[in-house]
């Protein structure tokens, strides 16, 4: 027969197993630079390297300051300054989904080769970015829209909006780049010069 002591200890232990897979972990900081602020339940939190970083963290980083993100799948996330972004994830069946927030800024993920039925998605306010595993970098404010730059793989984009009842798509590749305006319209799209490239390199170098 279970004693009364035996029940709670089994509350606890259930209670603790709920919490943990409410917030999973998703990865670490692996390397900081200036003022980085990492919002858990939004309340401002204390960040460091080797910071576990959890499902629906935010993360906020101000001028002059950059922080690098281990993903637990073994993606890596170059924060740039003046960037919010919420960090999110969802396995189902063993097969890893990272989904991204990226409310302002600019941020560079070098994504892994993903399994058949994984995903990895970057939300904008205009559009989604997926991939299958890819090094490009993700640029969205509200005065200059959505910018991507293809710097291995190809990525997908799709508008959040249709236009005349249709969704607007493009897929773009190495050394592609391309805008899309407040009305959710493709533009502007170029291919990257090797200066370029090595401009892009300089700027995510810690």
Known sequence: ???????????????????????????????????????????????????????????????????????YDGTELTVSPKTKMTLTRKDIKKHKNINLQLLSGTIRCKVKTLGQKESFVIKTPSAVVGVRGTDFITSYSMEDGLEVTVLEGKVEITALKEIQGKVRKQTIQLNDQIRMNDNFEFIEKRKLTPNDRLNIEKNYKF
């Open 1 to 71: 027969m279970k004693t009364p002591l035996y029940n709670l200890y089994a509350f606890i232990i259930a209670i603790s197993l709920c919490y943990g897979a409410s917030t999973p972990y998703f990865g670490e900081v692996s390397k900081l630079e200036g003022d980085v602020t990492l919002y858990r339940k939004l309340r401002p939190t204390p960040i460091q390297i080797e910071k576990d970083l959890l499902h629906r963290d935010r993360i906020k980083t101000d001028t002059n300051s950059m922080v690098l993100i281990g993903v």
